[in-house]
T-cell receptor, first 113, second 109 residues
Framework: ETGVTQTPRHLVMGMTNKKSLKCEQH?????MYWYKQSAKKPLELMFV???????ENNSVPSRFSPECPNSSHLFLHLHTLQPEDSALYLC????????????FGPGTRLLVL | GQNIDQPTEMTATEGAIVQINCTYQ??????LFWYQQHAGEAPTFLSYNVLDGLEEKGRFSSFLSRSKGYSYLLLKELQMKDSASYLCAVRDSNYQLIWGAGTKLIIKP
Protein backbone atom coordinates (compact mmCIF):
# COMPACT_ATOMS: atom_id res chain seq x y z
CA GLU A 1 0.00 0.00 0.00
CA THR A 2 1.29 3.44 -0.83
CA GLY A 3 0.75 6.99 0.34
CA VAL A 4 -1.00 7.96 3.54
CA THR A 5 -3.75 5.78 4.97
CA GLN A 6 -6.21 6.52 7.75
CA THR A 7 -8.56 4.31 9.74
CA PRO A 8 -11.39 4.30 10.38
CA ARG A 9 -12.84 6.27 7.49
CA HIS A 10 -16.03 7.00 9.41
CA LEU A 11 -16.67 7.10 13.15
CA VAL A 12 -19.72 7.85 15.24
CA MET A 13 -19.20 8.21 18.95
CA GLY A 14 -20.99 9.44 22.03
CA MET A 15 -19.61 12.15 24.24
CA THR A 16 -18.52 9.65 26.88
CA ASN A 17 -16.73 7.27 24.51
CA LYS A 18 -13.01 6.84 24.00
CA LYS A 19 -11.76 6.12 20.50
CA SER A 20 -8.55 6.42 18.49
CA LEU A 21 -7.80 7.50 14.94
CA LYS A 22 -4.88 5.91 13.17
CA CYS A 23 -2.66 7.26 10.41
CA GLU A 24 0.11 5.43 8.58
CA GLN A 25 2.41 6.81 5.91
CA HIS A 26 4.35 4.65 3.47
CA UNK A 27 6.43 7.47 1.98
CA UNK A 28 9.46 7.39 4.25
CA UNK A 29 8.65 10.88 5.54
CA UNK A 30 9.86 12.30 8.85
CA UNK A 31 7.08 14.77 9.67
CA MET A 32 3.41 14.03 10.34
CA TYR A 33 0.44 16.29 10.98
CA TRP A 34 -3.11 16.20 12.28
CA TYR A 35 -5.61 18.66 10.80
CA LYS A 36 -9.28 19.33 11.51
CA GLN A 37 -11.47 20.25 8.53
CA SER A 38 -14.93 21.67 9.21
CA ALA A 39 -17.39 22.59 6.49
CA LYS A 40 -16.59 25.88 4.74
CA LYS A 41 -13.71 26.61 7.12
CA PRO A 42 -9.95 26.58 6.54
CA LEU A 43 -7.96 23.56 7.56
CA GLU A 44 -6.95 23.87 11.20
CA LEU A 45 -3.54 22.52 12.13
CA MET A 46 -3.77 20.57 15.39
CA PHE A 47 -0.45 18.80 15.96
CA VAL A 48 2.90 18.41 14.24
CA UNK A 49 5.47 15.69 14.82
CA UNK A 50 8.98 15.69 13.40
CA UNK A 51 11.14 12.59 13.91
CA UNK A 52 8.54 11.37 16.47
CA UNK A 53 8.85 14.55 18.54
CA UNK A 54 5.90 16.90 18.89
CA UNK A 55 6.81 20.34 17.60
CA GLU A 56 3.41 22.05 17.48
CA ASN A 57 0.28 21.98 19.57
CA ASN A 58 -2.01 24.70 18.34
CA SER A 59 -4.03 25.24 21.51
CA VAL A 60 -5.89 22.00 21.02
CA PRO A 61 -8.18 20.91 23.90
CA SER A 62 -6.83 18.11 26.06
CA ARG A 63 -9.68 15.82 24.98
CA PHE A 64 -7.53 15.30 21.87
CA SER A 65 -4.32 13.42 22.64
CA PRO A 66 -1.79 12.61 19.91
CA GLU A 67 0.72 9.78 19.91
CA CYS A 68 3.57 9.15 17.49
CA PRO A 69 5.33 5.84 18.24
CA ASN A 70 7.52 6.05 15.11
CA SER A 71 7.91 8.17 12.00
CA SER A 72 5.39 6.07 10.07
CA HIS A 73 2.50 6.01 12.52
CA LEU A 74 0.41 8.71 14.14
CA PHE A 75 -2.59 8.32 16.42
CA LEU A 76 -5.19 10.73 17.72
CA HIS A 77 -6.83 9.55 20.92
CA LEU A 78 -10.27 10.98 21.56
CA HIS A 79 -12.20 11.16 24.85
CA THR A 80 -15.19 13.10 26.18
CA LEU A 81 -15.63 14.91 22.88
CA GLN A 82 -18.26 17.56 22.19
CA PRO A 83 -20.68 17.73 19.25
CA GLU A 84 -18.71 20.68 17.84
CA ASP A 85 -15.76 18.33 17.43
CA SER A 86 -17.62 16.63 14.58
CA ALA A 87 -15.49 17.18 11.49
CA LEU A 88 -13.15 15.53 9.00
CA TYR A 89 -9.80 14.74 10.61
CA LEU A 90 -6.96 14.66 8.13
CA CYS A 91 -3.50 13.26 8.58
CA UNK A 92 -0.62 14.46 6.41
CA UNK A 93 3.08 13.78 6.10
CA UNK A 94 6.09 15.49 4.55
CA UNK A 95 9.75 14.67 4.11
CA UNK A 96 10.71 17.52 6.42
CA UNK A 97 9.12 20.47 8.14
CA UNK A 98 10.28 23.48 6.28
CA UNK A 99 10.22 23.26 2.54
CA UNK A 100 8.36 20.12 1.70
CA UNK A 101 4.95 19.49 0.20
CA UNK A 102 2.49 17.77 2.51
CA UNK A 103 0.70 14.61 1.40
CA PHE A 104 -2.69 13.88 2.88
CA GLY A 105 -4.63 10.81 3.87
CA PRO A 106 -8.32 10.45 3.00
CA GLY A 107 -9.44 11.50 6.46
CA THR A 108 -11.73 10.17 9.17
CA ARG A 109 -15.24 11.60 9.14
CA LEU A 110 -16.15 11.94 12.84
CA LEU A 111 -19.64 12.49 14.21
CA VAL A 112 -20.05 13.13 17.93
CA LEU A 113 -23.55 12.62 19.25
CA GLY B 1 -3.79 38.44 11.86
CA GLN B 2 -3.08 36.09 9.01
CA ASN B 3 -5.70 35.67 6.33
CA ILE B 4 -6.24 33.83 3.07
CA ASP B 5 -9.21 34.84 0.90
CA GLN B 6 -10.65 32.87 -1.97
CA PRO B 7 -14.18 32.71 -3.44
CA THR B 8 -16.49 30.22 -1.78
CA GLU B 9 -17.92 28.78 -4.97
CA MET B 10 -17.54 29.11 -8.73
CA THR B 11 -19.36 27.57 -11.68
CA ALA B 12 -17.91 26.93 -15.13
CA THR B 13 -18.76 25.01 -18.28
CA GLU B 14 -17.06 21.86 -19.54
CA GLY B 15 -14.34 22.74 -22.03
CA ALA B 16 -14.01 26.33 -20.83
CA ILE B 17 -11.33 28.11 -18.77
CA VAL B 18 -11.71 29.18 -15.14
CA GLN B 19 -9.47 31.28 -12.89
CA ILE B 20 -9.61 30.86 -9.11
CA ASN B 21 -8.11 33.76 -7.20
CA CYS B 22 -6.41 33.76 -3.83
CA THR B 23 -5.26 36.80 -1.87
CA TYR B 24 -3.23 36.55 1.29
CA GLN B 25 -1.96 38.56 4.23
CA UNK B 26 0.55 36.60 6.25
CA UNK B 27 3.51 37.05 8.56
CA UNK B 28 6.20 36.51 5.99
CA UNK B 29 6.07 34.36 2.89
CA UNK B 30 7.82 31.10 2.09
CA UNK B 31 5.73 29.79 -0.77
CA LEU B 32 2.14 29.28 -1.88
CA PHE B 33 0.45 25.94 -2.53
CA TRP B 34 -2.66 24.90 -4.41
CA TYR B 35 -4.39 21.64 -3.53
CA GLN B 36 -7.38 19.90 -5.10
CA GLN B 37 -9.88 18.07 -2.90
CA HIS B 38 -12.70 15.95 -4.29
CA ALA B 39 -15.66 15.45 -1.97
CA GLY B 40 -14.86 12.87 0.68
CA GLU B 41 -11.25 12.50 -0.44
CA ALA B 42 -7.79 13.67 0.56
CA PRO B 43 -6.44 17.02 -0.63
CA THR B 44 -3.89 16.37 -3.37
CA PHE B 45 -1.01 18.65 -4.27
CA LEU B 46 -1.36 20.65 -7.48
CA SER B 47 1.27 23.37 -7.53
CA TYR B 48 3.83 25.35 -5.58
CA ASN B 49 4.94 28.95 -6.28
CA VAL B 50 7.68 30.76 -4.41
CA LEU B 51 8.84 33.22 -7.09
CA ASP B 52 6.69 35.66 -9.06
CA GLY B 53 5.32 34.43 -12.33
CA LEU B 54 3.42 31.64 -13.95
CA GLU B 55 4.02 27.92 -13.42
CA GLU B 56 2.38 25.68 -16.00
CA LYS B 57 1.56 22.02 -15.53
CA GLY B 58 -0.55 20.60 -18.30
CA ARG B 59 -4.08 21.98 -18.12
CA PHE B 60 -3.35 23.70 -14.79
CA SER B 61 -1.28 26.86 -14.27
CA SER B 62 -0.60 28.84 -11.12
CA PHE B 63 0.46 32.47 -10.93
CA LEU B 64 2.02 34.42 -8.07
CA SER B 65 2.59 38.11 -7.37
CA ARG B 66 4.29 38.52 -3.99
CA SER B 67 4.09 42.32 -4.07
CA LYS B 68 0.31 42.13 -4.44
CA GLY B 69 -0.20 39.16 -2.11
CA TYR B 70 -2.06 37.46 -4.91
CA SER B 71 -2.19 34.16 -6.71
CA TYR B 72 -4.50 32.45 -9.13
CA LEU B 73 -5.04 28.91 -10.35
CA LEU B 74 -5.99 28.67 -14.02
CA LEU B 75 -7.73 25.54 -15.27
CA LYS B 76 -8.07 25.07 -19.02
CA GLU B 77 -10.17 22.68 -21.09
CA LEU B 78 -12.32 21.93 -18.09
CA GLN B 79 -13.49 18.39 -17.56
CA MET B 80 -16.28 17.10 -15.36
CA LYS B 81 -13.69 15.44 -13.12
CA ASP B 82 -12.31 18.91 -12.28
CA SER B 83 -15.38 19.47 -10.09
CA ALA B 84 -13.76 19.72 -6.66
CA SER B 85 -12.68 22.17 -4.00
CA TYR B 86 -9.43 24.05 -4.60
CA LEU B 87 -7.46 25.03 -1.52
CA CYS B 88 -4.92 27.85 -1.41
CA ALA B 89 -2.30 27.74 1.36
CA VAL B 90 0.62 30.05 2.20
CA ARG B 91 3.70 29.08 4.18
CA ASP B 92 4.50 31.90 6.60
CA SER B 93 7.79 33.01 8.13
CA ASN B 94 7.59 30.18 10.70
CA TYR B 95 7.06 27.68 7.86
CA GLN B 96 3.52 27.02 9.02
CA LEU B 97 0.86 26.55 6.36
CA ILE B 98 -2.01 29.04 6.55
CA TRP B 99 -5.03 27.73 4.66
CA GLY B 100 -7.90 29.35 2.83
CA ALA B 101 -11.41 27.92 3.23
CA GLY B 102 -11.33 26.55 -0.32
CA THR B 103 -13.23 27.29 -3.53
CA LYS B 104 -15.84 24.77 -4.61
CA LEU B 105 -15.75 24.53 -8.39
CA ILE B 106 -18.85 23.20 -10.13
CA ILE B 107 -18.49 22.12 -13.76
CA LYS B 108 -21.64 22.00 -15.88
CA PRO B 109 -21.97 20.12 -19.19
Amino acid sequence: ETGVTQTPRHLVMGMTNKKSLKCEQHLGHNAMYWYKQSAKKPLELMFVYNFKEQTENNSVPSRFSPECPNSSHLFLHLHTLQPEDSALYLCASSQGLEVETQYFGPGTRLLVL
Amino acid sequence: GQNIDQPTEMTATEGAIVQINCTYQTSGFNGLFWYQQHAGEAPTFLSYNVLDGLEEKGRFSSFLSRSKGYSYLLLKELQMKDSASYLCAVRDSNYQLIWGAGTKLIIKP
